[in-house]
């Protein structure tokens, strides 16, 4: 069955909120203050009894900031990060509009995470007790279904927001909280509903500490992407929001204008050695946003310090795109924070497009010799159009996304 | 109340397989008359995979990639070309279980592989590099409304420019600790390509509120205890020739199917309408 070459253009979205909450702190304003100002929120590994030597990007307050009584239900620290982001710039008000407008059915909750509360699991194995008839079991405040189950999250914000559409949790590794601009898109263009929650919540555990340290992937210092001396990532844990509804005529504002979405078709820890998948994902975002890759004035980059991602993304961004690209990876200022980083970064390229602050890369020196001129380790400031971020994923799984600003 | 979205698509190809039940042939002769297999081999064993990759595959990978691939081929599209939507409820239960085991007791003997197939992605990671195909794919949960939301999923894909789809829904057996808290029990998995024209049963699926669910078919008993039972109302009726099946779609919604079986032009459809009378 033949594709079409390329998507055709998709019905432009309105971003009427967003927010990411990171180690830098919590909503945009302590985001773009440590940006500008390139201050990193890596610290030395303190998570865990067992801490590996390396760095992390960990949200402050975590641990003092309980769940409401009324959802304690899913409680764990996954849920706990995921509700301090939802109560940041607007986007509840932005819900309420919406509900108001459309009614909670037509709005859909679409949200991306790697490990979800997976957290309390390990919890409930290091805490496990054995009873009079010597089963070993939960810890009864941890015998909640719920959490231990990838859904967790989503499930979680269907019950804090109230919303009755369609509620989906996206789990493909880093870049599931970029695919669910592409999911909610579809719904929208589809007409299935009005408008979409979509955004995407990763905390620290062992899980993610311990698997990628076995996988030779973790550096001991803070990374350092596209440095020729890399010698991998620092993790990181986050959570963030977009609130997106169909665009009305005459709209202006921040808006999503494309999605691409791709497989590398090649391993399920390296990335494909010519960056196969990655040229495809961000070539499909630029036909759906109908844009030339000249168009674009900054891209995010996946960016995540391991010498196989950098090199490769390199290359395929020197491919697709003129010089005068600004294209950064901000994972030295909030470590790689899997499937969060898809709204996280996605939120550095609205403030980008807000702002007209185009990040650089931190703590690196030494360009790698495969880094065309568009890999920038300064910040820049610049008046742009549009904004790109590349999330990529275990599996070789794949997603790029275009957004853009239509002037008042 | 906002007016209720038709969404439609035609089932070009049909995967199946769980416990006593390894293909969908079988499956179809056990809802129709009960009659079992004589034989069954007791784990799947995707041709996708080199025969040694194939021993050490996860069970849930090893299960979505044998109905994935029977699909295609009984849809007789190249696997390469489909994008595709991975449905499952808990991902691999087992793989989850030597997680926290591992963390709890020696940390820094995760095995590498282990944690790569750890990822709710990892059978849609290994269908994409097996089969080649360089088209998206997706991995999602929505509880015990994944399989709904994931057919909501695959039908806006052909909504919004696929011409073919693939849908694959999986779950595997609880494990350990966890096992406590989290019931699975046994393999179950099925896949569907889904195409916006063409021969086969026609899908009409609309959203709409409420949660009621039908009494469990054949196929919903026998595999009543793995987490993805939630998807056998549409498999219990495209097997018996039932005109509808009530998935649920997330705690207040349900997707209800009206289902158009095609005119008897295959062997398969005319049995299934007799049986149904």
């Given at each position: 069955?033949?594709?079409?070459?390329?998507?055709?253009?998709?019905?432009?979205?309105?971003?009427?909120?967003f927010?990411?909450?990171?180690?830098?702190?919590?909503?945009n304003?302590a985001?773009?203050?440590?940006?500008?100002?390139?201050?990193?929120?890596?610290?030395r590994?303190?998570?865990?009894p067992?801490?590996?030597?390396?760095?992390?990007?960990?949200?402050?307050?975590v641990?003092?900031?309980?769940?409401?009584?009324?959802?304690s239900?899913?409680?764990?620290r996954?849920?706990?990060?995921?509700w301090l982001?939802?109560?940041?710039?607007?986007?509840l008000?932005?819900?309420?509009?919406?509900?108001?407008?459309?009614?909670?059915?037509?709005?859909?909750?679409?949200?991306?995470?790697?490990?979800?509360?997976i957290?309390?699991?390990?919890?409930?194995?290091?805490?496990a007790?054995?009873?009079?008839?010597?089963?070993?079991?939960?810890p009864d405040?941890?015998a909640r279904?719920?959490?231990?189950t990838?859904?967790?999250?989503?499930d979680?914000?269907q019950?804090?927001?109230?919303?009755?559409?369609?509620?989906?949790?996206?789990?493909?590794?880093?870049s599931s909280?970029?695919?669910?601009?592409a999911?909610?898109a579809?719904?929208?263009?589809a007409?299935?509903v009005?408008?979409a929650?979509?955004?995407g919540?990763?905390?620290l555990c062992?899980?993610?500490?311990?698997?990628?340290?076995?996988?030779?992937l973790v550096?001991?210092?803070?990374?350092r992407p596209?440095?020729?001396?890399?010698d991998?990532?620092?993790?990181?844990?986050?959570?963030?929001?977009?609130?997106l509804?169909r665009?009305?005529?005459?709209?202006?504002g921040?808006?999503?204008?494309?999605?691409?979405?791709s497989?590398?078709?090649?391993?399920?820890s390296?990335?494909?050695?010519?960056?196969?998948?990655?040229?495809l994902?961000m070539?499909?975002?630029?036909?759906?946003?109908?844009?030339d890759?000249?168009?674009?004035g900054?891209?995010?980059?996946?960016?995540?310090s391991?010498?196989?991602?950098d090199?490769?993304?390199?290359?395929?961004?020197?491919?697709?795109?003129?010089?005068?690209?600004?294209?950064?990876?901000?994972?030295?200022?909030?470590g790689?924070?899997?499937g969060?980083?898809?709204i996280?970064?996605?939120?550095?390229?609205?403030l980008?497009?807000?702002t007209?602050?185009?990040p650089?890369?931190?703590d690196?020196?030494?360009?790698d010799?495969?880094?065309?001129?568009?890999?920038?380790?300064?910040?820049?400031?610049?008046?742009?159009?549009?904004?790109?971020n590349?999330?990529?994923?275990?599996?070789?799984?794949?997603?790029?996304?275009?957004?853009?600003?239509?002037?008042? | 109340?906002s007016?209720?979205?038709?969404?439609?698509?035609?089932?070009?190809?049909i995967?199946?397989?769980?416990?006593?039940?390894?293909d969908?042939?079988?499956?179809r002769?056990?809802a129709?008359?009960?009659?079992?297999p004589e034989s069954a081999?007791a784990r799947?064993?995707?041709?996708?995979?080199?025969?040694?990759e194939r021993?050490?595959?996860p069970?849930?990978?090893?299960?979505?990639?044998?109905?994935?691939?029977?699909?295609?081929?009984?849809?007789g599209?190249?696997?390469?070309?489909?994008?595709s939507?991975?449905?499952s409820?808990?991902?691999?239960?087992?793989?989850?279980?030597?997680m926290?085991?591992?963390?709890?007791t020696?940390?820094?003997?995760i095995?590498?592989?282990?944690?790569?197939?750890?990822v709710?992605n990892a059978a849609?990671?290994?269908?994409t590099?097996?089969?080649?195909?360089?088209?998206?794919?997706?991995?999602?949960?929505?509880?015990d409304?994944?399989?709904a939301q994931?057919?909501?999923?695959?039908?806006?894909?052909?909504?919004?420019?696929?011409?073919?789809?693939?849908?694959?829904?999986?779950?595997?057996?609880?494990?350990?600790?966890?096992?406590t808290v989290?019931?699975s029990?046994?393999?179950?998995?099925a896949?569907?390509?889904l195409v916006?024209?063409?021969d086969?049963p026609r899908l009409h699926?609309?959203l709409?509120?409420g949660?009621e669910?039908?009494?469990?078919?054949?196929?919903?008993?026998?595999a009543?205890?793995?987490?993805?039972?939630?998807?056998?109302?549409?498999?219990?009726?495209?097997?018996?020739?039932?005109?509808r099946?009530?998935?649920r779609?997330g705690?207040?919604?349900?997707?209800?199917?009206?289902?158009a079986?095609?005119?008897?032009?295959?062997?398969?459809?005319?049995?299934?309408?007799?049986?149904h009378?």
């Open positions: 069955m033949p594709e079409p070459l390329s998507p055709p253009p998709m019905p432009a979205l309105a971003i009427r909120a927010t990411a909450t990171t180690a830098l702190g919590r909503g304003a985001q773009a203050a440590a940006l500008r100002e390139r201050r990193g929120g890596l610290r590994n303190d998570f865990g067992t801490p590996l030597p390396t760095w992390i990007g960990r949200v402050e307050g641990e003092d900031a309980p769940l409401p009584s009324a959802l239900r899913w409680e764990c996954n849920n706990r990060l995921a982001a939802l109560q940041q710039n607007g986007v008000a932005a819900l309420e509009t919406l509900v108001a407008k459309h009614g909670a059915d037509r709005i859909a909750l679409v949200v991306g995470t790697s490990t979800s509360s957290g309390a699991s390990e919890e409930g194995y290091a805490r007790e054995t009873d009079a008839d010597g089963v070993h079991r939960f405040d941890l279904p719920i959490v231990h990838p859904h967790s999250l989503g979680f914000l019950h804090a927001t109230g919303l009755r559409g369609p509620c989906i949790t996206v789990a493909t590794a880093c909280s970029a695919k669910v601009f999911q909610a579809r719904m929208i263009e007409g299935l009005d408008a929650l979509v955004g919540v990763d905390t062992g899980s993610v500490l311990f698997g990628f340290n076995a996988l030779g550096s001991s210092e803070r990374c596209f440095d020729a001396t890399r991998g990532l620092s993790l990181g844990e986050a959570g963030g929001f977009a609130v509804e665009a009305s005529e005459g709209d202006s921040l808006q999503l204008r494309g999605y691409g979405e497989s590398d078709a090649h391993h399920m390296a990335p494909h050695p010519e960056g196969l998948g990655a040229t994902a070539r499909g975002a630029l036909d759906r946003a109908g844009i890759a000249a168009e674009v900054y891209l995010n980059l996946h960016g995540t391991t010498p196989a991602n090199s490769v993304e390199a290359r395929a961004v020197d491919a697709l795109f003129p010089a005068t690209l600004h294209a950064g990876s901000t994972k030295g200022w909030t790689h924070t899997l969060a980083a898809g996280v970064e996605s939120v550095f390229a609205l980008a497009l807000e007209g602050l185009l650089g890369i931190l690196s020196t030494v360009r010799p495969a880094c065309g001129p568009q890999i920038r380790f300064d910040n820049a400031e610049a008046d742009i159009r549009f904004a790109m590349n999330s990529f994923g275990f599996g070789g799984n794949n997603c790029s996304l275009v957004f853009g600003k239509v002037a008042a | 109340m007016a209720p979205n038709p969404l439609s698509a035609t089932i070009a190809g995967g199946f397989w769980t416990d006593g039940l390894p969908w042939d079988a499956a002769a056990f129709l008359d009960g009659t079992r081999p799947p064993s995707p041709q996708l995979l080199a025969p040694n021993r050490r595959a069970g849930s990978v090893a299960v979505a990639l044998e109905v994935a691939m029977v699909a295609c081929r009984d849809a599209i190249a696997p390469e070309t489909l994008p939507v991975f449905a409820t808990h991902g691999d239960l087992g793989i989850t279980d030597y926290c085991d591992t963390l709890a020696d940390p820094t003997a095995s590498p592989t282990k944690f790569h197939n750890s709710h849609a990671g290994y269908w590099i097996g089969a080649g195909c360089t088209e998206a794919t997706t991995a999602l949960s929505a509880y409304a994944t399989f994931g057919l909501l999923e695959a039908l806006m894909q052909l909504a919004t420019g696929s011409p073919a789809v693939l849908l694959v829904a999986y779950d595997t057996a609880s494990a350990g600790l966890l096992g989290t019931r029990k046994g393999l179950l998995g896949a569907l390509v916006r024209d063409g086969g699926a609309t709409r509120d949660a669910l039908d009494p469990p078919g054949p196929l919903a008993t026998h009543q205890r793995n987490a993805m039972a939630q998807m056998l109302p549409l498999f219990d009726a495209l097997a018996t020739g039932g005109s099946a009530m998935l779609a705690p207040h919604r349900a997707l209800s199917l009206e289902i079986h095609a005119a008897p032009a295959q062997a398969t459809h005319a049995q299934a309408e007799q049986a009378g």
